[in-house]
């Protein structure tokens, strides 16, 4: 079991910043890929970014490609997302996964557990 816990939502102005949390815990050394997903208001949920555990493999979606960026630190085993440039669109709830390795998984592809989510809320 892994636990997943996230921080550092809330509510911006567009263009504002924000910087996310995830902070994991358990069997964290079963980790291979953090992600960061979201779920906007009546839509389905999206890939956001990931980062593979070395750190060597990083993917966004092109929605935020430029805007944002995922770094993590494993001696605390905790990702970040960095959110810049944030507009209303990027409103929804982020939510952290983790992902053990699996033979043909894409870097999209979430794995079993999730944090429990954290409203992000740009205003215009």
């Known amino acids: 079991q892994v636990q997943l816990v996230e921080s550092g939502g809330g509510l911006v102005q567009a263009g504002g910043s924000l910087r996310l949390s995830c902070a994991a815990s358990?069997?964290?050394?079963?980790?291979?890929?953090l992600g960061w997903y979201r779920r906007a208001p009546e839509k389905e949920r999206e890939f956001v970014a990931s980062?593979?555990?070395?750190?060597?493999?990083?993917n966004y979606a092109s929605s935020v490609k430029g805007r944002f960026t995922i770094s993590r630190d494993n001696a605390k085993n905790t990702v970040y997302l960095q959110m810049n440039s944030l507009k209303p669109e990027d409103t929804a709830i982020y939510y952290c996964?983790?992902?053990?390795?699996?033979?043909?998984?894409?870097?999209?592809?979430?794995?079993?557990?999730w944090g429990q989510g954290i409203q992000v809320t740009v205003s215009s």
């Open positions: 358990g069997r964290a050394f079963d980790i291979y890929r």
């Open positions: 980062i593979r555990r070395a750190g060597d493999t990083i």
């Open positions: 996964n983790s992902a053990t390795y699996r033979l043909g998984d894409s870097p999209a592809t979430p794995g079993d557990y």
